[in-house]
């Protein structure tokens, strides 16, 4: 079983800040922990967040045996549960070492992943064999593409890491096709939604012979006829049922494009309490006529961070949360229209080149998040006026730090989920404030 270590950027670099001008001192975090059949994940807590009983005790050193050696020494007082993670300081900056605890005594941890700019998944373990030549074969496929974003490292990078798109209709059609395309290796598409016929114009991969089967099975077989050295996992199931949460846990950023609001905070809790970055995208087209206008909103959230918060609830995208929150309390089978479905009423149609618009928007943001170049969370709006006349908008979080109550569950993982259901009946009963 691998045991992965999960920590926010800003978490890690406050603690190698303040080990820099005390390198014989510790910080310790709280954990909450993600259990999957094939590994284990420690999702290390902003500081000041309580933990299910897990913890990360974080030391520095300033030459890799002294790193080594700070580890040791610190595994060796550990409580039951806890990992050791050893950051590099002065000439040994750019290294880590890190060890748990477990009932055998010293375990190891096989790798750390930063949630931050760029995402870079530290390996602590021997590094697997190299490239083969068919892989390097493979990647010839993207070389133009391996050459705009900077490289095979940060191509590598972006492709490995796995996407949980929830919502596979119109838009998340659109984005799923758009992230095989460019080579990513692994994508779980969640959605339960069939395809009806007024589905045919707008999504990608669907044909007329699929009219009734799973929007998530068309598409996949689409997919997966691009490349035969990808994985594309189709989920028939809602983002709220066990097997979407299952595949919410697998990939390492969620990806929201539902059309209900329900979907979309569900996924935004998912991706808050497992520290997974969340790219949310919608678009609207409204009125008729003359009056027409329409729009795109996309948002690269990342959980976990110091300053702005930034989850669902307080970077905006949610229409009505009071009812968003009830239907998430409720199977989708009993959801009645309601006011939050107020939205849909008003909305005059979809249009391809609009989702389109929306999921290169969205994937152009993952490639400058993962390459480095975006470095906190980001909300961006295009709107066509009723002349045609796009406008771009670049948005700020209206909520100070410290007071969303959805951010307080930031990495608490699987712990965190009875939590979330709580604070979802305090939002449907509109007795918590955004």
Not at 205 to 222: E, F, I, M, P, T
Request: charged share 20%; with cysteine.
């Amino acid at each position: 079983m691998d045991v992965i270590v999960r920590i926010g950027s800003t978490t890690l670099w406050e603690a190698a800040r303040r080990l820099e001008t005390n390198p014989g001192s510790a910080v310790r975090l709280a954990c909450g922990l993600s259990r999957l059949p094939d590994r284990v994940e420690y999702l290390v807590r902003p500081e000041g967040h309580t933990g299910d009983g897990a913890g990360l005790v974080i030391v520095g050193a300033r030459t890799l045996l002294e790193l080594e050696a700070a580890v040791a020494a610190a595994l060796r007082n550990a409580a039951e549960a806890e990992v050791v993670l050893g950051i590099g300081l002065g000439g040994s900056r750019g290294y880590l070492a890190a060890a748990r605890l477990d009932a055998g005594g010293a375990g190891r941890v096989d790798s750390v992943t930063v949630v931050g700019p760029g995402m870079p998944r530290i390996a602590l373990q021997p590094a697997p064999a190299a490239e083969s030549p068919e892989e390097r074969a493979h990647e010839h496929y993207w070389s133009r593409t391996i050459g705009a974003l900077g490289g095979p490292e940060n191509y590598r990078r972006l492709t490995s890491l796995g996407f949980t798109v929830s919502g596979v209709g119109r838009l998340g059609s659109a984005v799923a096709e758009a992230l095989v395309y460019l080579g990513c290796h692994q994508v779980w598409l969640v959605d339960d939604d069939v395809i009806e016929p007024p589905n045919l114009g707008e999504m990608h991969g669907a044909r007329v012979a699929d009219v009734g089967r799973k929007k998530v099975d068309a598409v996949a077989s689409g997919l997966v006829r691009f490349s035969d050295r990808q994985t594309i996992t189709p989920v028939a199931a809602s983002i709220m049922s066990p097997s979407g949460l299952h595949a919410a846990k697998q990939g390492d950023v969620i990806i929201s494009a539902p059309d209900r609001d329900s979907a979309r905070l569900a996924a935004g809790m998912l991706a808050t309490l497992y520290l997974r970055p969340l790219l949310d995208v919608g678009t609207g087209v409204f009125g008729t006529g003359a009056d027409r206008r329409m729009g795109v909103d996309v948002r690269l959230l990342l959980p976990g961070e110091s300053g702005p918060c930034a989850c669902v609830l307080c970077h905006g995208g949610l229409i009505d949360v009071p009812g968003a929150a009830s239907d998430v309390l409720r199977p989708r089978q009993a959801v009645a229209p309601n006011d939050s479905d107020a939205w849909r009423r008003g909305r005059t149609g979809s249009l391809r080149s609009l989702n389109q618009l929306c999921a290169a928007l969205g994937v152009r943001m993952l490639e400058d998040f993962l390459g480095g170049r975006i470095a906190s969370s980001s909300w961006i709006r295009v709107e066509f006026d009723i002349a045609g006349v796009p406008t771009v908008e670049h948005r700020r979080p209206s909520v100070a730090p410290g007071s969303c109550p959805l951010c307080e569950l930031a990495g608490s993982g699987d712990t965190g989920l009875a939590l979330a259901v709580r604070l979802a009946g305090s939002l449907a009963a509109g007795k918590t404030a955004r």
